[in-house]
């Protein structure tokens, strides 16, 4: 059967709002640049310049200054992330991918079940990206298989992810599912987890993080 991905942007979606309320004091006590939220009576609130989150407010001393140190991702370009209140890019960095876990169907496509008399699979996980492949151990006799297995890749702005889920056999090794071959965006960096369905059904299947290393 076929992986496809369900979900990779929820998280980004939900940090893109700035706080609500705050004043709009133009360059309260500021040195920063531009019309700014920031003010010596309230420094919890974001830069703002010409409608664009730029930065986030600093105490310093008796001030406020807007600073260019990032809080969240979403105030850096497109291929950033907010790295120790730096925008920095998120991409020519190693990437650990976690392989979490997931559920197997009781029964493959043919109605067959997955190992001889009713046996339940013995489920591994193959991530591949950029061709570099990484092999979890086997989970023997198990429909919910936990790895909790590392992996680390150089993540470049042209990289492909795919995964692939088998069944461990003596002989030949079944195929659970497989993911097509696609690009690993920044989006789904950011977001640090990538869910997988089978194809038509949205329940989740394989979960895999993803954190910088
Ligand atoms: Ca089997
Ligand atoms: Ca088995």
Avoid at 15 to 22: F, I, L, T
Avoid at 58 to 66: A, G, K, L, M, R
């Amino acid at each position: 059967m076929k992986f496809i991905v369900t979900t990779f942007a929820l998280s980004i979606l939900l940090s893109c709002a700035p706080p609500m309320g705050g004043n709009s004091n133009n360059g309260g006590g500021g040195n920063g640049s531009g019309t700014n939220q920031c003010s010596p009576t309230d420094c919890n609130q974001f830069c703002v310049n010409d409608g664009m989150i730029s930065g986030s407010c600093e105490q310093s001393s008796d001030t406020c200054i807007c600073s260019d140190r990032c809080t969240f991702d979403s105030q850096c370009g497109i291929s950033e992330m907010c790295i120790d209140n730096d925008c920095e890019s998120a991409l020519n960095r190693d990437w650990v991918i976690t392989i979490v876990g997931g559920t197997i169907p009781e029964r493959r496509q043919s109605g067959e079940t997955w190992d001889a008399l009713g046996g339940a699979p013995d489920p591994y996980v193959v991530v591949t990206v950029d061709g570099e492949r990484c092999v979890t151990a086997t989970k023997n006799d198990t429909f919910s298989p936990r790895w909790n297995e590392e992996c680390t890749f150089t993540v470049f702005d042209d990289s492909t992810l795919q995964v692939k889920m088998g069944d461990e056999d003596a002989l030949e090794h079944d195929l659970i599912a497989n993911s097509n071959t696609e690009a690993l965006t920044v989006a789904q960096l950011r977001n640090g987890q990538i869910v997988y369905a089978w194809d038509g059904i949205p329940d989740p299947v394989l979960t895999l993080n993803l954190r910088l290393r």
